[in-house]
């Protein structure tokens, strides 16, 4: 009979330790602002959608470009066949020697 007592009493203790502890911020005084916690005028709508889905899809566009533009210029062009590029080591084809006097090392 004790051990209960004593399991009870020790359950109890714990749970209203934790209840005061996660209830003391709420009787916290809130009518005082901390600093840097004042609010400043309010964002419109425009604004808002301005800087969250304008601004980033526009972000987003200029790296897709910067990205994709170099294959876009006929120097990539002619170096792919059929969609992929060149074998890099010319295992399948001659290089003449004017062409191979004019890779610089």
């Known amino acids: 009979m004790k051990t209960s007592i004593r399991r009870l009493w020790s359950s109890t203790s714990v749970a209203a330790v934790l209840i005061s502890t996660s209830a003391a911020p709420a009787f916290a005084e809130s009518t005082?602002?901390?600093?840097g916690d004042q609010p400043g005028e309010p964002m419109g709508t425009l604004n808002a959608i301005l800087w969250f889905v304008v601004l980033p899809l526009a972000?987003?566009?200029?790296?897709?470009?910067?990205?994709m533009g170099p294959s876009w210029t006929s120097a990539a062009r002619k170096?792919?066949?059929?969609?992929?590029?060149?074998?890099?080591?010319?295992?399948?084809?001659?290089?003449?020697s004017s062409d191979r006097s004019?890779?610089?090392?």
């Open 32 to 35: 005082k602002r901390d600093d």
């Open 59 to 67: 972000i987003s566009g200029i790296i897709a470009l910067l990205t």
């Open 79 to 96: 170096s792919t066949r059929d969609g992929y590029l060149d074998d890099p080591t010319l295992a399948d084809r001659e290089v003449s």
């Open 102 to 105: 004019q890779i610089g090392y």
